[in-house]
């Protein structure tokens, strides 16, 4: 980027003078009305277009540049529980599209994503959890709406995030109904930097050669040992979470004092487990993983 520009100004900017356009505008328009020279604004109004924010149309001999449509602008951290009401309006309505644009356009609003995540995401999982558990939707309408979740999660997973290669996390779901929350979770870690492995549902691999299992991926992912490598498991279970705690923990001694182990779950009986932390709360998760990398590297 030029220096001198900031991306979220030049979006702010481009939003409201392509709002008041109904026949669109040109670059060279662009340009001078945002006070930016041609060449960054082209640069720019490419990278807008490729992330669906605008559009480019021939007419003639000119090329205009319009808004997409449903493009609008939040100012967070206000905006935070609107969205959120919104998001689950769209989500009963089963309006898949407006979803994907309701969330692009937080992220063109500079929302932080991995705040996104746990102040909009994880409310409506719990919200069709409830409704299936009071029989106002069928097991389809609930699978349905989860994959429509799910897909919004998966577009943070494709924002363009500096990975910082000593922040090291394996993200496991014990069980099915932990899958949902275990990929809103790797997509905040994402976003936050942190090199991901998701391994998704993993009840198929309560084995006595999970150990075994466990200790060839670590030695995939984590070969040279680099900063700190946290796994993570997500259950609903006392048995998810009493299995994969012992094959974490049998394995602890081979990679070291910078393998970390948290539980994160809801069920009451946490002496059952041994892990550095047991908590229901995602955002307290993200805040100890950070922590506990500050503490490595100083």
Same mark, same amino acid.
């Given at each position: 980027m030029a220096k001198g520009y900031q991306t979220q100004d030049i979006k702010q900017?481009?939003?409201?003078?392509?709002?008041?356009?109904?026949?669109?505008?040109?670059?060279?328009?662009?340009?001078?009305?945002?006070?930016?020279?041609?060449?960054?604004?082209?640069?720019?109004?490419?990278?807008?277009?490729?992330?669906?924010?605008?559009r480019q149309k021939n007419i003639g001999n000119v090329n205009l540049w319009f808004i997409e449509e449903g493009t609008e602008q939040f100012g967070f951290p206000d905006d935070y529980f609107h969205v959120k009401t919104k998001y689950l309006e769209l989500l009963t309505a089963r309006n898949e599209q407006k979803i994907f644009?309701?969330?692009?356009?937080?992220?063109?609003?500079? $929302?932080?994503?991995?705040?996104?995540?746990?102040?909009?995401?994880?409310?409506?999982?719990e919200s069709v959890d409830e409704l299936f558990a009071q029989g106002k939707i069928t097991k389809s309408e609930e699978k349905f709406l989860n994959q429509i979740?799910?897909?919004?999660?998966?577009?943070f997973n494709h924002l363009s995030v500096?990975?910082?290669?000593?922040?090291?996390?394996?993200?496991?779901?014990?069980?099915?109904?932990?899958?949902?929350?275990?990929e809103a979770a790797s997509a905040s870690f994402?976003?936050?930097g942190w090199n991901v492995s998701l391994l998704g549902d993993?009840?198929? $691999?309560?084995d006595v050669m999970f150990d075994l299992d466990l200790q060839k991926f670590l030695g995939s992912v984590w070969a040279k040992k680099t900063g700190i490598m946290i796994i993570i498991v997500f259950s609903k279970t006392e048995e998810g979470l009493k299995f994969f705690s012992q094959a974490v923990?049998?394995?602890?001694?081979k990679f070291g004092k910078n393998l970390h182990l948290i539980l994160?779950?809801?069920?009451?009986?946490?002496?059952? $487990?041994?892990?550095?932390?047991?908590?229901?709360?995602?955002?307290?998760?993200?805040?100890?993983?950070?922590?506990?990398?500050?503490?490595f590297i100083t």
């Amino acid at each position: 980027m030029a220096k001198g520009y900031q991306t979220q100004d030049i979006k702010q900017k481009l939003v409201e003078v392509l709002l008041k356009s109904k026949t669109g505008l040109s670059g060279v328009e662009i340009s001078e009305k945002l006070g930016v020279n041609r060449v960054t604004m082209t640069k720019y109004l490419n990278i807008f277009a490729t992330e669906g924010m605008i559009r480019q149309k021939n007419i003639g001999n000119v090329n205009l540049w319009f808004i997409e449509e449903g493009t609008e602008q939040f100012g967070f951290p206000d905006d935070y529980f609107h969205v959120k009401t919104k998001y689950l309006e769209l989500l009963t309505a089963r309006n898949e599209q407006k979803i994907f644009s309701l969330i692009r356009n937080c992220i063109h609003s500079n $929302a932080y994503s991995s705040k996104l995540i746990i102040e909009v995401i994880l409310p409506a999982i719990e919200s069709v959890d409830e409704l299936f558990a009071q029989g106002k939707i069928t097991k389809s309408e609930e699978k349905f709406l989860n994959q429509i979740i799910s897909s919004s999660i998966q577009m943070f997973n494709h924002l363009s995030v500096d990975i910082d290669q000593r922040k090291n996390v394996i993200i496991i779901s014990a069980d099915s109904p932990s899958t949902l929350i275990a990929e809103a979770a790797s997509a905040s870690f994402h976003s936050e930097g942190w090199n991901v492995s998701l391994l998704g549902d993993m009840s198929d $691999a309560i084995d006595v050669m999970f150990d075994l299992d466990l200790q060839k991926f670590l030695g995939s992912v984590w070969a040279k040992k680099t900063g700190i490598m946290i796994i993570i498991v997500f259950s609903k279970t006392e048995e998810g979470l009493k299995f994969f705690s012992q094959a974490v923990n049998s394995v602890k001694g081979k990679f070291g004092k910078n393998l970390h182990l948290i539980l994160c779950t809801d069920v009451k009986k946490k002496s059952i $487990a041994k892990s550095d932390l047991t908590s229901d709360n995602l955002e307290t998760v993200l805040q100890w993983s950070q922590t506990a990398f500050e503490h490595f590297i100083t």
